[in-house]
């Protein structure tokens, strides 16, 4: 998912994508461990995701702090 695809998202959709991300991510390593992985780059690719939403988060409050500021 790109960064610009991710500001669209409200901050509901955000928090429940994240949720969603880390879901997914739980079960990629259980899979991972047990050998039944297909493909491993998705496993970095998920953390990635997840980085990029949390990022976005962060810049979304900022900005809000420095408006209010």
């Not at 039944?36 to 998920?46: A, H």
Request: hydrophobic content about 35%.
């Amino acid at each position: 998912m790109k960064a610009s695809g991710i500001r669209e998202l409200s901050s509901a959709e955000l928090k429940q994508r994240l949720n969603d991300l880390k879901q997914e991510l739980f079960n990629l390593r259980f899979q991972h461990e047990t050998g039944q992985l297909e493909n491993p780059r998705k496993l970095t690719q998920t953390r990635k995701d997840i980085a990029r939403i949390f990022t976005i988060m962060t810049e979304a409050a900022k900005k809000l702090e420095d408006r209010d500021n």
